[in-house]
């Protein structure tokens, strides 16, 4: 099977990128990602958090709507399960024929975790997946000269407290 492909949006990110190595057609969608209506509410709400980040470093375009549609539903199922399991007073039931067994909302469990893992580390969401990403976001108080190649002095507050 292999390793999977990098997209090269990622390899830019993480510093890895090589023109001479580039697929000279590779597609390159934009456009912003808009949740898909069947998101329940903790779905959306996972929506909300994570899709402004992963857009702002270009993890997330109109083409990977579906994939992170699946990573924020298996958190939601995998959030309502935990809930479940927590009420319950035991994870253990006993058959007819007496033999002690699992309540199914664990597997159920392990299941949208898994989901939510794959998908979520596809899109950079956990420490492995994004060890290798170096990714610079522009805040609101961005150094204005930072474009001309003039940078903030980080030691300027010191040498001020200094004098």
Known sequence: MGNRRKPTARKRLEGTFRPDRAPGNEPTPEGTAEPPDFLTAEARQEWDRLAPELEAIGLLTVADRG?????????????????????????????EKGYRQAVPELAMRKEAWTRAVQAGSRLGLDPTARSGLHVELRSKDENPFAKHGKH????????????
């Open 67 to 95: 994939i992170f549609a699946g990573y924020c539903q298996a958190w939601a199922d995998y959030l309502r399960l935990t809930v479940q399991l927590n009420d319950m007073a035991s994870w253990v039931w006993e058959s």
């Open 152 to 163: 903030k002095n980080p030691f300027a507050e010191i040498e001020r407290l200094g004098r």
